[in-house]
């Protein structure tokens, strides 16, 4: 049988300082991700839509291959 998890409990100073710290990493991820965008709006129109998908997919199959490769190691 599963036991639930036991709740974690934080002092207010604790759980302050995690929501500051959870907030200050989303709103780093929404400005890279709209960065991203831009930029991936930008390349599109200089080189073709085509070539943008090419440059994604080889990109993720790299990385996917970097990490089996520190797995293996």
């Known amino acids: 049988m599963k036991r639930p998890n036991p709740l974690l409990r934080?002092?207010?100073?604790?759980?302050?300082?995690?929501?500051?710290?959870?907030?200050?990493?989303?709103?780093?991820?929404?400005?890279l991700t709209r960065f991203r965008?831009?930029?991936d709006r930008h390349l599109t129109a200089?080189?073709?839509a085509d070539a943008?998908?090419?440059?994604?997919?080889?990109?993720?199959?790299?990385?996917?291959?970097?990490?089996?490769v520190k797995e293996a190691a």
């Open 37 to 39: 965008k831009e930029f």
């Open 52 to 68: 943008v998908r090419k440059l994604h997919k080889d990109t993720k199959h790299a990385l996917l291959l970097a990490d089996l």
């Open 46 to 48: 200089l080189i073709g």
């Open 10 to 31: 934080l002092s207010p100073e604790a759980a302050g300082e995690l929501q500051q710290a959870c907030t200050k990493a989303t709103t780093e991820l929404q400005e």
